[in-house]
């Protein structure tokens, strides 16, 4: 099953996509892809009514948009150098535990929404990364029992801003969580739809020229490591997003750097999970 969110920003609607790649409006059966709807086997409740009800639900205007696939999540939690090939562009020893960092549930957005350069930024990078969502509630889960807590995948990416997250001291948080920085879909697939989550290919282009072009293939730590590993130090609960890093090809690892300007447009993919698309803007006052 894929779900998505369609609508206005802020008062999205839940939806399925079916096979032939229409979006189903469920918001007669789910209030939302939430951490409730998760938290209560929302999702096999769900598949089962829709495929005894789907000819009764509204068919989506092909031109909606498309939300972010799930409602604001309690966290959004990033593994940083976690490719190898990046790791070796950015000069970065390959780490012995996985690199984690904090993205603001404020940075979620859709998938063909607007990237919005923030103010003062030079440094504007992009990241293609696979994402999972949590489906129940993890502490202190080992590597075996790990994919049994994931709800599904989706396609991210992690805007960074490299001076904010390098140059001005702290952590990287404050570089990885401005306004639109977490595009995140076009859709949640359920594990079923995934043939296997650690041989998908991956990619991004800018203005047409493919800048990551890999496979996860290349994680360092897979994903049941990281969430085990993560739920020594937080509870991961339902709805919660995991993005599980990025390939080589990201505009600081260029020679020299590159980085995002009004007007380019970003495309991207990760095999089984779509192709989203941004147009960077300058940021403006509201």
């Given amino acids: ?20 790649g229409a979006r189903r409006d469920v918001s007669g059966h789910v209030r939302d892809f939430d951490d409730t709807f998760f938290a209560s086997d929302g999702l096999e409740k769900l598949g089962q009514w829709f495929r005894a009800n789907e000819e009764k639900c509204p068919v989506v205007l092909e031109n909606a948009r498309w939300g972010a696939c799930i409602a604001r999540p309690s ?37 063909f929404d ?13 990241e293609v990364e ?16 790990a994919m049994g807590h994931v709800a599904g995948y989706c396609l991210m990416n992690d805007y960074s801003e490299r001076a904010f997250q390098m140059e001005r001291g702290g ?28 041989n998908l290919a991956l990619g991004l282009s800018v203005n047409g020229v493919v800048r990551q072009n890999s ?12 969430i085990s590993y993560l739920s020594e130090f937080m509870t991961l609960l339902p709805g919660d997003v995991i993005s599980t890093g990025t390939p080589e090809g990201v505009g600081l690892g260029l020679k020299p750097p590159q980085y995002l300007k009004p007007g ?23």
């Fill in 75 to 111: 966290k959004i939690v990033c593994i940083g150098l976690n490719y190898a090939r990046h790791a070796a562009e950015t000069g970065k020893e390959v780490p012995k535990e996985p690199v984690i960092f904090m993205k603001a549930p404020s940075a979620l957005c859709g998938a």
């Fill in 114 to 126: 607007d990237l919005v350069i923030p103010k003062n930024s030079q440094k504007t990078d992009w």
């Fill in 215 to 226: 496979s996860t293939s290349d994680l360092i730590f897979g994903l049941p490591k990281i």
């Fill in 171 to 198: 952590q990287w948080v404050k570089g990885k969580s401005c306004d639109t920085f977490a595009p995140l879909g076009l859709f949640l697939a359920t594990p079923d739809e995934i043939r296997d989550p650690h």
């Fill in 1 to 20: 099953m894929k779900l998505c969110r369609f609508g206005e920003m802020g008062r999205e609607k839940p939806a399925v996509v079916t096979a032939e």
């Fill in 264 to 286: 380019d447009v970003v495309e991207l993919f990760v095999e089984g999970l779509g192709k989203a698309k941004q147009k960077a803007v300058a940021y403006r006052a509201s």
């Fill in 130 to 145: 696979l994402a999972l969502v949590i489906g129940k509630r993890a502490s202190y889960v080992s590597e075996a029992q």
